[in-house]
């Protein structure tokens, strides 16, 4: 495994270290820290949780905004067979990928599900997610620092006989 | 149609409304009555969720004694069990229109 | 009240619309040939659904609508329905009180027998369900029977239908006139019209399996059964044939019969057998 | 009882792939129960993937994820019979660790 030594992972530390100085309130200096070892026990990102829509979640979380990418591939359902499981993936061909992230938009809390992705672990989750209406979807993904987004629409109804 | 015709007589009896205000002596009789056809629908393993809440609406409304809506609850009960007493008898030969051959 | 009404003049202005519509059948004779009538069914929904394969039948509204299939297949990778299962299988090894298992009460110890129920119990002149047989074991060995619609009963469906998947329904109908008797009122009641809805099980599963009721697209009547007990996402929880059962019942706003009554074995048996050949897929994932 | 963690994390060549799924109610503290009473937020909050003493993979969750929630990834520079451990907080401070052999 290549450990993080060598020019490029001090690039990455400096990065990694100056996002983190943003970040504040998350207050995972020690991650920046001590990359080389096992990350601490980062924080959960509590306040970003918190907020109601997307916009103050990326913020709270990122403290910066995204711009979309079609490097980010989000895989979603066009119509939900239920609001409550829906299957959803993001895969990126963007490299040094740090965190993916997925925000409901119309969800009573906007973001649903952030990952820290370690160096050596391929960008890309999938899960399931609930979401309360139709909705806009997005995926974030930060690569190198920078975020990039990907956005699509998820139709969802409620109630119905259960065919 | 030979069918239809007891089906809209039903209909008419059963949304006909008591001209004066109905005392507690009337909505004991619609009471009754309702219960007995919602008993028969029961027993024809053909009963009507929508028969049991609107008896059970009937009873509450008695209780806070208003018999106007208690009355008009029950006979409503009763249109709805004499409709489900009516779909099993005419369902007993009407499934076999549906059946695949 | 006014639209309570309301409410009832439509139930009975449908019911009047429906008679008009049910296209007169030539009336077949009245003696029962379960062959023809299995026959019959398989080729109605074979011809309806051409492109369909016939043992994806058994998947439900997912043999109905690709977007959904996909969805399907991604839950399928990891189904919500594995607690079950392992829990199923622990209840099965798990001896009673009195030292004996379910693998005592079951051929073959239980394991890959589901696609043989239910069937028709010569001795008791009735038919007899898995879940039926299930809880006379229990009560067999001194245990306390379990609820038909609740998760016990649901784990220990989805291990022993685990153990067949993939075996073809073989439901088998004795030369004997009660098991054609229970066959006919199987039928009977899959037909017939019931609640104010005024709607049978085939309004829905046999003319118009494909097309959505609000979200949830319809699921085809042949193998509906194939790929019980489900866990459900609309439930969030196992579902057994009887908790399907109850749960249709009322949506047509019909009050539900006691779990296990004849009429739901009955029409359970019906089922079953119209769709001998048919891969058992159960434990199943549905909306 | 068995863990509340299934896991299937398979091998092949440089790049493992891990599918977890967890038992967990994940509730919102959104929605009432039949009586009527709001059912209190109940849902995990971290779960943290850990190979070769290094974490691969740390999921953040929010009320969004579904009930029996799933996740799937993969990562490099693990190899046949390496052990993943996977553990989980959630908002009560309740948790779960299992390990599983990389098969």
Request: hydrophobic share 40%.
């Amino acid at each position: 495994m290549t450990t993080t030594t060598g020019p490029l992972a001090t690039r990455r530390l400096i990065l990694q270290g100056a996002a983190s100085v943003a970040l504040l309130g998350l207050g995972n200096l020690p991650f920046a820290a001590t990359p080389a070892r096992a990350a601490a026990n980062d924080k959960y990102p509590e306040e970003a949780f918190k907020q109601k829509n997307e916009a103050d979640a990326i913020k709270a979380l990122y403290g910066k905004t995204a711009e979309p990418s079609d490097k980010v591939k989000l895989d979603a359902p066009e119509i939900a067979e239920n609001g409550g499981v829906v299957p959803v993936s993001v895969t990126t061909t963007l490299d040094k990928v740090s965190s993916i992230s997925f925000l409901v938009t119309e969800n009573p809390y906007a973001l649903a599900a952030s990952y820290k992705v370690a160096d050596g672990t391929v960008p890309g989750v999938a899960n399931r997610l609930k979401m309360a209406k139709t909705t806009k979807l997005v995926a974030i993904v930060e690569a190198d620092g920078k975020l990039y987004s990907a956005t699509k629409e998820v139709k969802v109804t409620v109630g119905g006989c259960g065919g | 149609m030979k069918r239809s015709l007891p089906l809209a007589m039903l209909l008419a009896f059963g949304l006909a409304t008591a001209a004066r205000a109905a005392n507690e002596a009337d909505y004991k009789a619609a009471y009754a009555t309702a219960e007995a056809a919602s008993k028969e629908a029961a027993g024809l393993r053909n009963q009507w969720t929508v028969t049991v809440s609107t008896l059970a609406a009937a009873k509450k409304a008695a209780d806070g004694g208003d018999f106007d809506r208690a009355t008009a609850a029950a006979r409503e009960a009763e249109a709805l069990a004499k409709a489900s007493i009516f779909q099993a008898a005419s369902e007993k030969e009407a499934w076999k229109a549906m059946e695949i051959r | 009240m006014k639209t309570r009404s309301a409410l009832l003049l439509g139930s009975l202005s449908a019911a009047l619309v429906a008679f008009a519509l049910t296209s007169p059948r030539v009336v077949a004779a009245d003696k029962v040939d379960p062959v023809a009538d299995a026959k019959a069914f398989q080729n109605f929904f074979f011809q309806k659904f051409p492109d369909v394969k016939h043992e994806d039948f058994v998947n439900g509204p997912y043999s109905m609508n690709a977007d959904m299939k996909r969805q399907w297949q991604e839950k399928e990778e990891f189904p919500p329905y594995e607690f079950a299962l392992d829990a199923g299988k622990e209840m099965f090894a798990t001896p009673f009180k009195n030292g004996k298992t379910y693998a005592d009460c079951f051929p073959n110890g239980g394991v890959g027998i589901r696609q043989n129920y239910p069937y028709f119990d010569e001795k008791e002149g009735k038919v007899v369900t898995l879940e039926l047989a299930l809880n006379r074991c229990r009560e067999a060995n001194g245990e306390a029977p379990y609820s038909y619609v609740k998760d016990e009963m649901a784990s220990l469906t989805a291990y022993m239908a685990f153990t067949s998947r993939g075996k073809p329904m073989d439901i088998k109908i004795p030369d004997d006139p009660r098991a054609l008797a229970a066959f006919e009122n199987g039928k009977r009641y899959f037909y017939t019209r019931r609640g104010q809805m005024n709607f049978s099980c085939a309004s829905c599963h046999v003319q118009s399996p494909g097309e959505r009721i609000r979200a949830e697209v319809l699921a085809p009547a042949l193998g509906i059964l194939n790929a019980m007990p489900i866990y459900r996402s609309e439930w969030s929880g196992m579902g057994t044939t009887s908790r399907r059962f109850v749960t249709c019942n009322s949506q047509t706003r019909a009050v539900p019969l006691e779990p296990q009554s004849d009429e739901y074995r009955d029409v359970e048996y019906f089922l079953s057998y119209v769709a001998n050949g048919l891969p058992i897929s159960g434990p199943g994932a549905r909306p | 009882m068995a863990s509340s963690i299934r896991v299937r994390a398979t091998s092949n060549g440089d790049i493992t792939e891990v599918q977890a799924l967890i038992q967990h109610p994940m509730d919102t503290g959104l929605v009432k129960d039949p009586k009527g009473e709001l059912i209190p937020a109940h849902y995990i909050q971290q779960l943290k993937f850990e190979c070769n003493g290094k974490d691969v993979f740390v999921a953040d969750w929010g009320t969004a994820v579904s009930k029996d929630p799933y996740v799937k990834f993969s990562f490099k520079g693990a190899k046949k019979g390496d052990d993943l451990k996977i553990s989980w907080t959630d908002n009560k401070g309740a948790s779960d660790t299992t390990t599983a052999k990389i098969a």
